[in-house]
């Protein structure tokens, strides 16, 4: 398969491969430096950057409201900082579901961040937020009808998406479907996905008189996965769980490990504080957890605020931070489906070269051509 550069709003990216956007820390400056450098798009998180500097637990980092919204602020801001040292257009995540999201979405456009990746929600109103056209912005969907309703409702903004990340239900963390929905996991497969949005945005891709990217992502592992996705009309993909078991990627050790040895029988679906299915590892923390032996989250933030973390009796973020420190047994690891494949850590280096080689050696065909 030929690979040619491709095409974000007005900024081009070498090879059509996309690191996504993982919080709380996981896919940070180091990793998006790493993942620039190889000709990729990197994506930096926004979420739960706010203990970086202090290594205070999140019970005491949220005892004032103010101050910790303003922090998070801060660390984003210095993380975009050391991201723009690679002198490339890179992306920045946005939860739509946090209380301060628009906040976030000001401080990384001001800071000169040139894609916003929006997602844990719909971004109808986002162009009045971010009014630069030269800012590429990203809504990510699990669904054609989610892609209409924002194509629709853009229209009185003269405004279309750039892109569209289209994340299918082998992805890891967070999922976009019911329950129910998983567990019918073929009706609604990447693939039928892509396809059912490819048709729906073409007559409002005639319109603008441009291509609409897709990003397919979820479950996609080998160079061979991704040239699937290229051949049946996505413009790149992206990837989360291959990347955490890097040497660049700012977790602790342990929770590289922790992707490293799982199997099978560690991956579970459970349901989170905010209501919604995730996919994550099974550890010490789940299992007591499910016998009412996890003391009740004292947490006033309320990031959230849709987020019941006294009836599920834990805080995310919290949890998530235990395990980027290290703490696995106590925390929450979150993972795509196809992390039992993983059986070593790489640098980012050598997983970009072992993935785009596996494209280029495929016998499949882009859309349109011999």
């Not at 690979?3 to 400056?29: A, F, H, N, T």
């Not at 994550?280 to 923390?285: A, I, W």
Request: glycine residues 10%; contains cysteine.
């Amino acid at each position: 398969m030929e690979i040619s550069r491709q095409r974000i709003g007005i900024y081009e990216i070498d090879e059509p491969l996309w690191v996504g956007g993982m919080g709380v820390k996981i896919s940070g400056w180091p990793l998006v430096l790493a993942v620039l450098q190889e000709g990729c798009m990197g994506t930096l998180t926004s979420m739960g950057l706010g203990d970086l500097s202090n290594g205070m637990s999140y019970a005491e980092f949220n005892r004032s409201s103010c101050a910790a919204l303003k922090l998070e602020i801060e660390m984003l801001q210095t993380a975009l900082r050391k991201a723009k040292i690679a002198d490339k257009p890179f992306a920045v995540n946005i939860m739509g579901a946090l209380r301060n999201a628009d906040d976030l979405i000001r401080t990384a456009v001001a800071a000169g961040t040139k894609i916003i990746v929006y997602g844990a929600g719909i971004p109808l109103t986002l162009p009045t937020v971010v009014e630069d056209p030269t800012v590429a912005l990203v809504p990510v969907i699990s669904s054609a009808r989610l892609a209409k309703i924002i194509l629709d409702r853009w229209k009185r903004y003269d405004r279309t998406p750039d892109a569209f990340i289209i994340e299918g239900p082998l992805a890891g963390g967070h999922l976009g479907f019911s329950f129910e929905q998983l567990e019918h996991m073929e009706d609604f497969s990447l693939e039928k996905i892509l396809q059912e949005t490819l048709a729906i945005i073409r007559p409002y891709e005639d319109a603008c008189g441009r291509k609409i990217p897709i990003i397919a992502a979820g479950g996609i592992y080998t160079g061979e996965d991704m040239a699937k996705m290229y051949a049946l009309g996505a413009t790149f993909v992206q990837m989360g769980t291959r990347f955490v078991a890097t040497t660049e990627c700012p977790v602790s050790q342990g929770f590289k490990q922790a992707y490293v040895d799982a199997t099978v029988h560690d991956v579970q679906i459970i349901e989170t504080p905010v209501g919604m299915p995730g996919r994550v590892l099974r550890n010490e923390f789940l299992k007591r957890l499910q016998l009412g032996y996890i003391p009740k989250p004292s947490c006033p933030f309320h990031c959230i605020s849709s987020c019941k973390r006294e009836l599920a009796g834990f805080c995310i973020a919290e949890r998530l931070d235990y395990s980027f420190r290290g703490n696995t047994e106590n925390g929450l690891i979150f993972t795509g489906a196809n992390v039992t494949r993983i059986d070593r850590i790489v640098s980012v280096h050598e997983l970009v070269t072992e993935l785009m080689d596996g494209v280029r050696a495929s016998p499949l065909t882009l859309p349109g051509t011999l």
